[in-house]
């Protein structure tokens, strides 16, 4: 949507310590801007969850959630180009908004395509949910669970302390000990998130891969990404290559 430009016009910022003050206005509607497998495990108290497997939903989301109409072009002004307006009708005129994501770049879109659809009071919280935990104490917090993050912590609770959750290499989704008591869950493979989606043979390929990780520590086997010094060994190397996925 190269229309929706953050670097000309975004929400406004606020400080994780003047979030709280913001959400709790009953006139506030609190949107989590990141996607299902993320609010799963934690998020704001009284927050809309768009329930989006992707970002790119998120624009179809706010188009079906808010009715919003169709931007009209008014007459020529002398010496320019058409000026756009959004007609609202007062009943459907957007509330203000509060958005969150995890680090707070997300909301920086989010908020610039809300400023175009016609919202007029967009807020976001300033450096994510991870600053809001860094900075508010958890007696003062009105965060609930954990904040799932991109890296190996996969999830991280008040103060920036080590989650609980643990990921699952099949789906790439957070995983909780409860999870991985069930019959779906088998490390590396699948979890109770993504059992029923997965075939037969992505199973078989998951397992495969698991294996190599198991014996090697690394997918593909301890020689990948080294160049074979000889005939000899580039031979050795696609014969190891084809037993290891037999």
């Known amino acids: ?14 400080k994780p310590r003047e979030w709280n003050a913001l959400i709790s206005d009953p006139d506030t509607v609190v949107i989590d801007v990141r996607n299902n497998y993320e609010t799963r495990i934690g998020k704001f108290k009284g927050a809309v969850d768009p329930c989006t497997t992707a970002f790119r939903n998120f624009p179809s989301w706010v188009d079906d959630q808010f009715e919003l109409p169709k931007a009209e072009s008014l007459k020529q002004q002398s010496g320019g180009s058409p000026e756009l307006k959004t007609e609202w009708p007062e009943r459907k005129k957007p509330p203000r908004v509060a958005m969150y994501c995890t680090g707070g770049i997300r909301c920086e879109k989010a908020s610039s395509f809300l400023l175009q659809k016609g919202f007029e009071e967009v807020y976001h919280l300033e450096g994510g949910i991870l600053k809001y935990l860094e900075e508010v104490p958890e007696p003062e917090s009105l965060w609930e669970g954990e904040c799932f993050i991109f890296d190996k912590r996969v999830s991280v609770e008040h103060g920036l302390a080590q989650g609980t959750f643990k990921l699952c290499y099949g789906c790439k989704q957070p995983v ?3 999870d991985m008591e069930t019959p779906e869950w088998e490390r590396g493979v699948t979890c109770p998130h993504c059992y029923s989606s997965k075939s037969e043979e992505e199973k078989e390929r998951a397992r495969a891969r698991q294996r190599q990780f198991d014996a090697w520590g690394i997918i593909g086997g301890p020689d990948k990404g080294r160049r074979p010094t000889s005939k000899e060994d580039a031979r050795a190397k696609n014969s190891n290559k084809l037993s290891s996925s037999l």
């Open 176 to 178: 909780s000990d409860a």
């Open 1 to 14: 949507m190269p229309a929706v430009s953050p670097i000309e016009r975004v929400g406004k910022y606020v």
